[in-house]
């Protein structure tokens, strides 16, 4: 009796030892599957056997039209020289948009490195529907001009104003903007922000999840972004003798039609490819295009920071310096095919290399930019 036995007791065991390990793979299937699956943690990694190029320093120098005062001392400042120097940038802008004695501390900082850093201001729009204020604004942007201010900006309307009421083509502004073309100073400005950070936070986003990291709330939505496109299109037919730099591609990587059409109307506008590397270099043909077609308008731009904002998070920004340029000059010089960089650019789409000609190079690198710095 005992042989017939121990022998269904191991058999009932096996059965039930199977069973666990089936129950346990199917929770673990579960928790994986698609419809399981939390978008936050979906990071895919290329399984594309493709060049994968490293560049050590630009092809030709660089003037980074689009920086910003990341570094707070003299000891970090001349540690970002020596990656400038290390990675081929001949020197920086930093937009401070800082007036008074704010403007005076961060410029006194990058003043030991007078050939490495243009430094701008901004505009004093404080009480400005009070009687007067043009004036002090006024007496203010010359006095930072005579200081050493190469330029205004980094000016924001995200749909409220740069501040909230005033909007660039306001008739208010006007008297700051023409003072830009007498002092022969360029203005930074950004309009709007990219397209699906105005459009409703669903599963049909193409930009999730960094549009919900920089998403425009409705609060913040008083103007639409074509209504900030027309904003943009009236400042710079008010203003034709003021150079205008548009950030960002003027937000227009959904559409580059748009800036291209602003490219061909308004002669004093530029725009700088900075913090949008993701979402032109993934669509890398009509980015190419349009770069080589616009080369004479285009200037090179980064905005990225100094050094890691948050070494937790999985997406945005989470980078460091030498990093994040490295990227923009792999973006902009090779072939490169399908490869993710979630973690430092927030975006989960593959970027591709736009391989850009040497002359397109060289025009988008330095040599516009030299332009705004001499007209």
Request: negative net charge; hydrophobic residues 35%; contains cysteine.
């Amino acid at each position: 009796m005992k042989n017939i036995i121990w022998p269904i007791v191991a058999g009932l065991l096996i059965i039930t030892i199977a069973g666990c390990n089936q129950s346990n793979d199917r929770g673990h299937v579960e928790k994986t599957s698609p419809e399981m699956l939390l978008q936050k943690d979906w990071n895919p990694r290329s399984v594309y056997k493709v060049q994968a190029t490293e560049i050590d320093k630009a092809e030709f120098s660089v003037i980074d039209m689009h920086a910003h005062h990341y570094t707070k001392n003299a000891k970090d400042i001349a540690k970002r020289v020596e990656i400038m120097d290390k990675l081929g940038i001949e020197k920086s802008v930093v937009l401070t948009n800082a007036t008074g004695a704010k403007f005076d501390s961060i410029y006194a900082l990058y003043s030991n490195y007078p050939a490495r850093f243009d430094v701008y201001c901004g505009f004093d729009l404080s009480d400005f529907e009070k009687k007067g204020w043009q004036q002090r604004s006024l007496k203010e942007l010359r006095r930072c001009v005579e200081k050493g201010a190469a330029g205004v900006g980094e000016l924001h309307d995200k749909g409220t104003g740069l501040v909230e009421g005033l909007h660039p083509d306001d008739p208010r502004m006007d008297a700051l903007f023409e003072a830009c073309a007498e002092l022969k100073i360029p203005v930074n400005l950004h309009m709007a922000d990219p397209i699906w950070m105005y459009e409703n936070m669903d599963s049909i986003n193409d930009g999730l999840p960094r549009s919900w990291t920089w998403r425009v709330t409705d609060k913040e939505k008083k103007v639409d972004f074509n209504g900030l496109m027309d904003i943009f299109s009236n400042t710079l037919d008010r203003h034709p003798n003021t150079i205008f730099v548009a950030s960002h591609l003027a937000n227009c990587t959904y559409d580059l039609s748009i800036l291209g059409g602003l490219f061909d109307e308004f002669p004093n506008l530029y725009a700088d490819i900075s913090a949008r590397f993701a979402e032109f270099s993934t669509i890398p043909r009509g980015t190419a295009a349009f770069f080589t077609k616009y080369q004479d308008r285009i200037v090179y731009g980064t905005d990225y920071g100094w050094e890691v904002w948050d070494k937790q998070s999985d997406y945005g920004n989470n980078t460091d310096l030498e990093e994040m340029f490295r990227m923009t000059f792999r973006v902009l010089e090779t072939q490169d095919e399908h490869f993710y960089l979630t973690d430092l650019v927030g975006y989960k789409w593959p970027m591709y290399g736009l391989s850009l000609n040497k002359d397109v190079l060289k025009s988008i690198y330095h040599e516009n930019a030299r332009k705004i710095e001499d007209y």
